[in-house]
């Protein structure tokens, strides 16, 4: 079936089959960023945005995004560009497969929550895995982030 | 001696980490064409059977599908899929397919075909019937049972390791020194316990992957998530009976590896598919797959009998080991070893003797292979809760215990292969760790005003720096244009960050900027020999080949700046970003040199060199524990976690920080979620990361993390290592917490909720 969506800014028309999940359809649409990891809806990797809402793109039909906007991290590029020296200089990306998940999802919450305290911070991203930090290093980064924000250092 | 340091020491950036957080390709599925074969495996459903008839012609003709290989297709030389030095210690028991199938999820059929759909439509067309076997799940009795997972005649071991397939054997031994019994007989206590370790898995982010093709020279080009592309490269060549001058491997970066990918997994199917084919072919594991064929943790059960006289003298160890090698014998000799030499050893200060014997056992479950911690991990849990069970018996202070016993520095430690402690900081580790944890006030049992209960636990442990007289770290370091450095490598930077540490190495060994060492690596045809990254080898084996290539080339930079200089060599020093003559009345920049290299000249301004150890200096840690333990729910819940490292000269303390805190989490997560339970049939229900629970940021509590170096003499700027280690500590110090807090030892893992709600130490 034909489908038309709005990928990163762009308008795109495609023929999908009917169970075609986001996450392949991304990939295949030049969007690397966006990982798989677990296939259960279980490990963040594969967070993306519809309508601007993260959502886990291996266990949403790409048909459900049919007349809808869809951003990957391709798509903001610049947003993340923001904070990521901060996740950089506790060396807490590591193996990296987790971040593109993860930097979405931190986006969406720094668009809800501006302010966050660390244990909202380890709330909102509980659904992101990430297996070589230990985590503590990724809340160390986006606090440092948002002391430089405050402290007018950005 | 130690020297004032610009790059080594300093906590930078990971060279490629703004790209991997912004998502740039990197990974194996990213940097390889999607126009190949998709390659997918047919699993077996029975944990023992035979192949008695397999129709494929059915599926063979679903349009797209291009191939279909069976147990009659491949070459019929047995090979180890183990990451090892060659000749590996891991017998050679496996085919690519095998008319055998020895645990639910080996491989029965290899389907190839044009897109997924096809493939998964063809694999539900091979007709296959199977002679059901019993199979033989309990390790327990697995030595000499009558049930044999490997009763063929080509089965084969390369190395004396005590194995015998006719006795499910994948390894045996003993050794000892001094006389144990003696020594108990002498003792005022005497304390055996028994202790069971399971199958954890790695479950890094990536799972096992590779991509293949044939290049422009008729060979087979290999692109994999993998830690030994060399290792990968032989491991090839004997699976599919070619010489290895047929194969070319290369790593991009690495979605984690954390020892999974120290064994090849993935590799063998599409290699095997472009072999035969001559089409670019894919293998990309589910998680599933990941789960149920992967090469978890050795399933370990740990005897301890610990002999001491009632001041807390620890005074004699016998370690008696059990493993699980499951269907397949990778790292089963190995990894066993570990569980005895780097837990006994950590009582050199006052062990008067010890012994330690192990067998390692096949079974018909998913074969086991090498996760972070290698054995060390099974084996502290054991000595480690033993000695805290001895402690709170005699009602002595653990910590005093253990500065009473531990080894200290310059003692030589029979049970590690009679190497020194060249370099061991554990006293300070302990005593920085008890203030900064505030050990005296949290070790009584505290009750929290919600009826919750706050108790302490406190373990060490050491690990190895690579593996001694084996492993072999090479760096090839060249001047380009403009005086910049690439410097290759055949270790691999799984996420890890070896290759920014060893360009810090590099910058200081060359005093130049982080930023003007390029690294590469690892490929099979353009990097030097290394056995690759795993054993905690990098920072300190490949680390000391970096210094000594770098050594080599600014002799050679010095003969070239010479001649520039119209100076006798014996006349010029190197200094960075120039070479002057000694008596400073001239000098040449580096792209003076650079550009010389580059015309008339006979001197290749490049250096390679490779490094190997005697020894293998342990690092050394201390981690303490606070949980809160709900009484009504079972609960455990870990409050602060702080860690006290001794990994010699610390080379990035950024990274050092955070290789300790993964490592912490995911002890915890062995100790506290990570459950692995088989069904009577051999179905293994932790198959996907539902089930399997691995941590997350709410369940790591706080970690503290802090640095007690030592200077290791014979590596690099005095750096041991760190990566495995941070993982030893937590499964001891959370279950001896539990106890102070519920009276009860927990020595099988995990401990689950329901155990500690219904009272239930399993054993």
Not at chain 1, 85 to 111: H, S
Not at chain 2, 476 to 495: P, T
Not at chain 2, 497 to 509: K, N, R, V
């Amino acid at each position: 079936m034909e489908i038309t969506l709005t990928l990163n800014g762009n308008k795109i028309t495609a023929s999908v089959a009917p169970d075609t999940v986001l996450l392949d359809f991304l990939r295949e649409h030049g969007c690397a960023s966006v990982k798989c990891g677990c296939e259960t809806s279980g490990c963040g990797l594969c967070t993306v945005f519809l309508d601007d809402k993260p959502v886990l793109s291996c266990s949403v039909p790409v048909v459900r995004a049919d007349g809808h906007k869809v951003t990957t991290l391709e798509g903001l590029q610049e947003e993340a560009a923001e904070f990521i020296g901060f996740i950089a200089d506790q060396g807490a990306e590591q193996c990296g497969f987790c971040n593109p998940g993860f930097v979405m999802n931190t986006i969406a919450l720094l668009r809800e929550n501006p302010d966050p305290t660390d244990d909202e911070i380890r709330a909102y991203l509980a659904g992101n895995l990430c297996r070589c930090s230990g985590y503590e290093g990724q809340t160390r980064g986006i606090r440092a982030y948002l002391n430089a924000k405050k402290e007018g250092r950005l | 001696m130690k020297q004032e340091l610009k790059s080594v020491g300093k906590g930078v950036r990971k060279k490629d980490a703004m790209q991997l957080l912004l998502g740039k390709p990197a990974y194996v599925d990213d940097v390889t064409p999607s126009d190949c074969l998709v390659v997918k495996v047919l699993r077996s459903p029975h944990a023992h059977a035979l192949i008695e008839e397999i129709h494929t012609d059915v599926a063979m003709r679903v349009p797209g599908i291009v191939a279909v290989y069976t147990y009659r297709d491949v070459p019929q030389k047995r090979f180890t899929m183990a990451g090892q030095t060659y000749p590996e210690p891991s017998p050679y028991d496996r085919l690519i397919l095998d008319r055998r199938l020895r645990f639910v999820g080996d491989a029965v059929a290899i389907v190839a075909g044009e897109n997924e759909a096809a493939v998964d439509k063809a694999l539900r067309l091979i007709k296959v019937r199977y002679e059901v076997l019993t199979p033989l799940l309990d390790f327990r009795s697995a030595l000499d049972h009558e049930i044999l997972v490997h009763p063929e005649e080509s089965w084969h071991a390369l190395c004396d390791v005590g194995a015998d397939n006719r006795r499910n054997l994948c390894a045996q031994g003993m050794e000892s020194d001094g006389d144990v019994e003696q020594v108990f007989a002498d003792c005022d206590v005497v304390l055996e316990r028994t202790f069971h370790t399971k199958a954890c898995h790695q479950a890094m982010m990536e799972t096992f992957r590779t991509y293949t093709e044939i290049d422009t020279y008729g060979r087979l080009h290999v692109i994999s998530s993998t830690q030994i592309v060399f290792h990968a490269r032989r491991i090839l060549a004997n699976a599919l009976d070619i010489p290895k001058s047929k194969i070319h491997v290369e790593k991009p970066r690495i979605g984690g590896g954390f020892g999974a990918k120290q064994t090849l997994v993935a590799e063998i199917y599409p290699a095997f598919v472009t072999w035969k084919t001559g089409r670019a072919a894919k293998m990309i594991y589910t998680r599933r797959e990941c789960q149920i064929a992967g090469s978890p943790r050795h399933e370990m059960e740990v005897k301890v009998k610990l002999g001491a006289d009632r001041d807390g003298t620890i005074r004699a160890l016998d370690v008696h080991t059990l493993s699980n090698t499951g269907a397949y014998g990778e790292h089963g000799p190995t990894t066993v070893g570990l569980s005895g030499h780097k837990s006994i050893p950590l009582y050199t200060g006052s062990l008067e003797a010890f012994r330690f014997a192990w067998d390692v056992v096949y079974t018909n479950v998913e074969s086991a292979g090498a996760y972070r911690g290698y054995g060390a991990t099974q084996g502290i849990f054991a000595v480690e809760s033993a000695v805290n069970e001895l402690s709170e018996m005699l009602g002595l202070d653990p910590v005093a215990v253990r500065m009473k016993n531990m080894v200290k520095q310059g003692q030589i430690m029979p049970a590690y292969y009679n190497e020194p402690a060249s370099a061991c900081a554990l006293d300070r580790c302990m005593q920085q760790c008890a203030d900064a944890f505030d050990w005296a006030k949290k070790y009584p049992v505290r009750v929290t005003e919600n009826g919750k209960i706050r108790a302490a636990g406190v373990a060490m442990a050491m690990q190895g720096s690579g593996i001694s007289g084996v492993d072999v770290g090479s760096a090839s370091v060249k001047l380009n244009d403009d005086g910049f450095y690439v410097l290759r490598i055949g270790a691999a930077d799984m996420g890890t960050g070896c290759d920014t540490i060893l360009a810090q190495m590099t910058a200081e060994c060359m005093d130049c900027a982080i930023e003007d060492v390029i690294v590469f690596g690892a490929d099979t045809d353009a990097s030097p020999y290394d056995s690759g990254s795993y054993a905690s080898s990098t920072t300190y084996v490949t680390g000391r080949a970096v210094e000594k290539a770098c050594l080599e080339l600014k002799e050679k930079m010095c003969t070239v700046a010479a001649e520039l200089l119209d100076c006798p060599t014996a006349d010029v020093v190197f200094c960075g970003r120039e070479i002057s003559r000694a008596d400073g009345t001239a000098s040449v920049s580096l792209t003076d040199v650079a550009n010389k290299s580059m015309c008339r000249n006979n001197i290749a301004l490049e250096a390679t060199c490779s490094h190997s150890s005697p020894t293998s200096p342990p690092p050394f840690m201390v981690g303490m524990v606070e949980i809160e333990l709900d009484r009504e729910t079972g609960t455990v819940e870990v409050l602060d976690y702080h860690a006290v490292v001794d990994c010699g000269t610390v080379v990035n303390p950024n990274l050092a920080r955070i290789q300790t805190e993964g490592g912490l989490v995911q002890g915890i997560g062995m100790t506290l979620y990570e459950n692995i339970q088989y069904d009577e049939r051999g179905h293994l229900s932790e198959n996907s990361l539902m089930q399997y629970r691995i941590p997350t940021r709410l369940e790591t509590g706080r970690l503290h993390v802090s640095f007690a170096p030592s200077y290791e003499q014979s590596g690099p700027f005095g750096a041991k290592s760190v990566g495995e280690i941070v993982i030893n500590t937590p499964a001891p110090a959370i279950a001896h917490a539990i106890y102070r807090a519920t009276g009860r030892w927990y020595r099988e893992l995990p401990i689950l909720p329901e155990h500690v709600a219904l009272g239930d130490t399993v054993k």
